[in-house]
Each structure stands twice: as C-alpha cells, then as structure tokens.
Nanobody
Framework: QVRLVESGGGLVQAGGSLRLSCTRS????????MGWFRQAPGKERELVAA????????HYTDSIKGRFTISRDNAKNTVYLQMNSLKPEDTAVYYC??????????????????WGQGTQVTVSS
C-alpha cells in the first residue's frame, strides 16, 4: 500500500516562503507522476502543480506561476513544492497525490490514485 506523507506547512506572513515536502513509502516500485493540490474552506480542491516521473514535464495553475516551483528527488521518494511570495489567498490545506497511470501526469483530481493527509498553509496579511 502506497503511503504519502506531507510536511512543511505552517503560518507565514504575506510575502514569505515555505517549502512543502511529500515522501512516498510502501507499494511496488513504479514510475509515477506527482501533483500538489490545495483546498480552501468552501472551495473545491484544485491542482496547483504537477510533475512527471522524470521531472521533465511540469504544470502550474495560473495563479501560482512564477511563485511556486515543483521538483522531485526520486532517490528519496520525495516531491517538493517551493512556495515564494505567498499571498493570503494561498491559504489552504495542501495535499500531495500520486498518479500511477498517466505519462506525464493527470490534471484532474480523479486522475490521482493515492493521497496524503494534507498540511495546512496559512498566510497572514
């Protein structure tokens, strides 16, 4: 059974930075894409960024382009989301997810097979 564990969330002032990490354990080794999603209160879960297994393909939602960077270290089974110039509207629970079926990756929530438990990011104004 694949398990994903996020870390790195917290409270930060507007303009600050955070780096989220998501580490995979368990399951049979396979290539897989990874995505970072977020869900704010009263809103639907949205894809923030995705990265292919090789790291050669990435996707970012428009609202975070130029501020967030997704990366991965396959030797460590870890994917990262570097978040800079944070804004209050970035406040949400952030989830990582693994897509074992598509190459380079899915861009919809239903395309992901395993999910982490989420980590809270709060940006104060």
């Amino acid at each position: 059974q694949v398990r994903l564990v996020e870390s790195g969330g917290g409270l930060v002032q507007a303009g600050g930075s955070l780096r989220l990490s998501c580490t995979r354990s368990g399951g049979t080794y396979n290539s897989y894409a990874m995505g970072w999603f977020r869900q704010a209160p009263g809103k639907e879960r949205e894809l923030v960024a995705a990265i292919s297994w090789s790291g050669g393909y990435t996707h970012y939602t428009d609202s975070i382009k130029g501020r967030f960077t997704i990366s991965r270290d396959n030797a460590k089974n870890t994917v990262y989301l570097q978040m800079n110039s944070l804004k209050p509207e970035d406040t949400a629970v952030y989830y990582c997810a693994a897509d074992f079926r598509r190459d380079p990756f899915a861009v919809v929530t239903d395309g992901y097979d395993y999910w982490g438990q989420g980590t809270q990011v709060t940006v104060s104004s």
